[in-house]
């Protein structure tokens, strides 16, 4: 963890970037408290400093409950999770799903991934995409160009980038 700064109440800002999220945790010698504010990549330094630094002295220390930590866990997955499935149907339109009359038998292909993708059970949508790449079956090839290992290591490692995971490669590409 690195020190950022110190702030205008003599609070220690620290910073360290762990997967997709930054964290900033704030040390307050007033009250002898800590607290830790977790932010996604992306979003400027100076905003968060500014949000700490305007915090008031000796301000209470809010502690979630696990209930409120996992609550927002997977609401942020599955927004996440519900961006993707946009993403893949902006895609297969522009690519012609509609006009090739194959949208039924592609829903029908993913609805067990659409339902983990969009509950926000990632780790199940990966195991799941994994199983996919692996098929070779005509459910799958009829697909083509709309589900292909092309498309699937796509989604698969951008899953994975927002776990925080390593990303696996393509070994077609």
Same mark, same amino acid.
């Given at each position: 963890?690195?020190?950022?700064?110190?702030?205008?109440?003599?609070?220690?800002?620290?910073?360290?970037?762990?997967?997709?999220?930054?964290?900033?945790?704030?040390?307050? !010698? #007033?009250?002898?408290?800590?607290?830790?504010?977790?932010?996604?990549?992306?979003?400027?330094?100076?905003?968060?400093?500014?949000?700490?630094?305007?915090? !008031?002295?000796?301000? &209470?220390?809010?502690?979630?409950?696990?209930?409120?930590?996992?609550?927002?866990?997977? %609401?942020?997955?599955?927004?996440?999770?519900?961006? %993707?499935?946009?993403?893949?149907?902006?895609?297969?339109?522009?690519?012609? #799903?509609?006009?090739?009359?194959? *949208?039924?038998?592609?829903?029908?292909?993913?609805?067990?991934?659409?339902?983990? #993708?969009?509950?926000?059970? %990632?780790?199940?949508?990966?195991?799941?995409?994994?199983?996919?790449?692996?098929?070779? *079956? *005509?459910?799958?090839?009829?697909?083509? !160009?709309?589900?292909?290992?092309?498309?699937?290591?796509?989604?698969?490692?951008?899953?994975?980038?927002? %776990?925080?995971? &390593?990303?696996? !490669?393509? &070994?077609? *590409?």
């Amino acid at each position: 963890m690195t020190q950022l700064a110190n702030d205008n109440y003599g609070r220690t800002v620290m910073f360290e970037t762990m997967g997709s999220q930054d964290t900033y945790t704030v040390n307050d !010698p #007033i009250s002898g408290s800590t607290f830790t504010v977790a932010v996604n990549t992306g979003t400027a330094q100076s905003k968060v400093y500014q949000t700490i630094n305007s915090m !008031p002295v000796n301000a &209470p220390v809010v502690t979630l409950t696990t209930t409120q930590i996992y609550t927002g866990v997977v %609401l942020a997955a599955m927004t996440f999770g519900q961006q %993707l499935m946009v993403q893949f149907a902006v895609q297969n339109i522009l690519a012609g #799903i509609t006009q090739a009359g194959k *949208s039924a038998d592609l829903l029908a292909y993913t609805s067990g991934l659409s339902q983990s #993708i969009t509950t926000g059970s %990632l780790y199940v949508a990966i195991s799941q995409i994994q199983a996919m790449i692996a098929d070779t *079956s *005509s459910a799958k090839t009829n697909l083509s !160009p709309f589900i292909t290992n092309i498309v699937l290591y796509t989604y698969l490692n951008q899953i994975q980038t927002y %776990l925080g995971m &390593p990303i696996t !490669p393509n &070994p077609g *590409s």
